[in-house]
């Protein structure tokens, strides 16, 4: 490992972290220096393809979330310059460096999250504790369709990976599962024949698919509640501060201010499930209205769009209770050059 490097890595996060918390951005000249910095020493070290490739596929990664506004762009910039850094200290870590380092961060972000909330949580407990029966039974049907699903991928493949390329059957079994979903009564008969013949892997199958389809849907839908009582507020325009992030869209319409859903991944996925293409496109290149607050960039309110805002007669907005991700992400780097995910995964 290069301690020098290490150093000025670290230095680097401590500094974003000191200014993200303090003002909730992340200068644009230090994120660039660093990245800079990052590459020039991969060119010193004769290692600039392994940087900048890493890098690279980190910036395309962060800028998909910061399209979807899950992301600053400020977070986006620290994760790109972050992992060419971790390229360089972590060799192992390899070309997909950054998927490593996104999910320590994502772990690393939910103790803090729920450190920050935990009052608002403890408030919301009882409705909480009231997701647990319907997601069982999502469930026992995600269960039932995912063991018939699994029996039938297993059993498809087997056969045509005979005939043609074994990645070839596994991708084309695959998108015909996606694309002609199984029906709840024809699942069930195809679990029970598959308990007949071996009931030991369609156990496992009913096992995995039940665990995965209750974390989903008590999560999503315990995210949804969180997120409407406690990740949102609708502050008066007079009331609010540079720096606030709009949840919605603020836009003039035909000379009137009009509150729009944001981009979300939620509406991706949405959209990508019904192969709407067009939907697709009037997502990701919306109808060119004047834009008076963007919920698509996960930056905060400036100074001349709150006089904006005032001037087209908007009463209030709703606003996202954002957390400061830089730290996460320092925590998420820090983990991710001493273990990688084998603290997870062992």
Do not use: H
């Not at 309110?301 to 996460?328: C, D, G, H, M, Y």
């Amino acid at each position: 490992m290069d301690f020098t490097v290490l150093v000025v890595a670290a230095a680097y996060l401590v500094t974003a972290c000191a200014w993200d918390v303090k003002e909730r951005r992340i200068p644009d000249w230090l994120n660039y220096g660093a990245w800079a910095t990052a590459l020039l020493i991969a060119v010193w070290q004769g290692r600039i393809a392994e940087a900048a490739g890493a890098s690279a596929l980190a910036f395309a990664f962060a800028y998909f979330l910061y399209r979807i506004g899950a992301w600053a762009g400020g977070d986006a910039k620290l994760f790109a310059a972050a992992t060419a850094f971790l390229a360089l200290v972590a060799p192992q870590a390899g070309l997909f460096a950054f998927a490593v380092f996104f999910a320590n961060s994502v772990f690393a972000a939910v103790p803090l999250a729920l450190a920050v909330n935990a009052k608002g949580l403890w408030g919301l407990r009882a409705e909480l504790t009231r997701l647990w029966k319907p997601a069982l039974k999502n469930a026992l049907k995600t269960g039932l369709a995912g063991a018939a699903a699994g029996t039938l991928f297993a059993t498809a493949t087997s056969g045509l990976s005979e005939l043609v390329n074994p990645l070839a059957a596994y991708a084309a079994v695959f998108i015909a599962l996606l694309l002609l979903p199984i029906p709840l009564w024809l699942s069930a008969i195809v679990f029970a024949a598959a308990v007949f013949f071996d009931a030991e892997k369609a156990a496992l199958f009913f096992a995995a698919a039940a665990a995965i389809g209750f974390a989903g849907f008590y999560c999503i839908n315990a995210f949804g509640l969180v997120r409407s009582r406690l990740l949102r507020k609708r502050v008066s325009v007079n009331e609010l501060q540079e720096g606030m992030i709009p949840a919605n869209t603020m836009v003039m319409r035909e000379g009137k201010a009009v509150e729009v859903r944001g981009l979300s991944l939620q509406m991706l996925l949405a959209a990508a499930k019904k192969m709407d293409a067009t939907l697709l496109q009037s997502m990701l290149k919306p109808k060119q209205d004047r834009i008076l607050a963007d919920s698509s960039r996960a930056r905060g309110l400036t100074q001349a769009e709150i006089k904006e805002l005032k001037q087209a007669n908007v009463r209030e907005l709703e606003v996202r209770e954002s957390l400061a991700f830089a730290p996460a992400l320092a925590a998420g780097w820090a983990v991710s050059v001493l273990w990688g995910l084998g603290w997870l995964i062992r």
